[in-house]
């Protein structure tokens, strides 16, 4: 059974740091791309990043580019995103997906989700 | 920029059939999903190129494509197809991805 569990989510002040990780199981981790995915309260889905199976290619939605780093330890099947210079419109549920790809990608599997409250 | 728009919300009764629409430019070229959202839960993928159905996923459940348009059809709809449905694709290069907002189905 495939599991994404999310950690690392809390209330931080704006400009402050956070690191969000994923520990994922039941699937062959280095073999899919991975993804996070956020959700203001009361708002859609918004894609945040993506990463490629060996790292080597990391793609940003405008808005937190420069902030956040997308990363992934393949021994540890796990998925990390470094959140920087956090604002207050970064107040989000962050959500793990696995990103399948064969033609066309698109998100098989989701996490519960990681609470980020930025707030002074 | 990329865009996907879909209908705020509807209402059907139990037992009626749901259309869903997400519009965008680029469908003809690309494949749509869906994502079923229930209250407080993650979202889930109903629909996937267009118009394949994940295992477990009910037959009610179905999707179609044409043109700038893709729909989610929900037959005979329960009470608990209530939840928020997204429609997803992506640019050509699989680079971005693109959510449309959202559509609120009530079944009362």
């Known amino acids: 059974e495939v599991q994404l569990v999310e950690s690392g989510g809390g209330l931080v002040q704006p400009g402050g740091s956070l690191r969000l990780s994923c520990a994922d199981s039941?699937?062959?981790?280095?073999?899919?791309?991975m993804s996070w995915v956020r959700q203001a309260p009361g708002k859609g889905l918004e894609w945040v990043a993506n990463?490629?199976?060996?790292?080597?290619?990391?793609y940003y939605v405008d808005s937190v580019k420069g902030r956040f780093t997308i990363s992934r330890d393949n021994a540890k099947n796990s998925l990390y995103l470094e959140m920087n210079s956090l604002r207050v419109e970064d107040t989000a549920m962050y959500y793990c997906?696995?990103?399948?790809?064969?033609?066309?990608?698109?998100?098989?599997?989701w996490g519960q989700g990681a609470l980020v409250t930025v707030s002074s | 920029s990329y865009e996907l728009t879909q209908a705020p919300s509807m209402s059907v009764s139990p037992g009626q059939t749901a259309r869903i629409t997400c519009s965008g430019d680029?469908?003809?070229?690309?494949?749509a999903c869906w994502y079923q959202q229930k209250s407080g839960q993650a979202p889930v993928l109903v629909i996937y190129?267009?118009?394949k159905r994940p295992s477990g996923i009910p037959e009610r459940i179905s999707g179609s494509s044409s043109g700038t348009v893709a729909t989610l059809t929900i037959s005979g709809a329960q009470v608990e197809d209530e939840a928020d449905y997204y429609c997803?694709?992506?640019?050509?290069?699989?680079?971005?991805?693109?959510f449309g907002g959202g559509t609120k189905l009530t079944v009362l």
């Open positions: 997906a696995r990103w399948a790809c064969g033609g066309d990608c698109f998100f098989d599997y």
């Open positions: 039941g699937f062959s981790f280095s073999s899919y791309w």
């Open positions: 990463i490629k199976q060996d790292g080597s290619e990391k």
């Open positions: 680029a469908l003809p070229k690309r494949f």
């Open positions: 190129e267009d118009i």
């Open positions: 997803y694709s992506t640019d050509s290069n699989n680079n971005h991805v693109v």
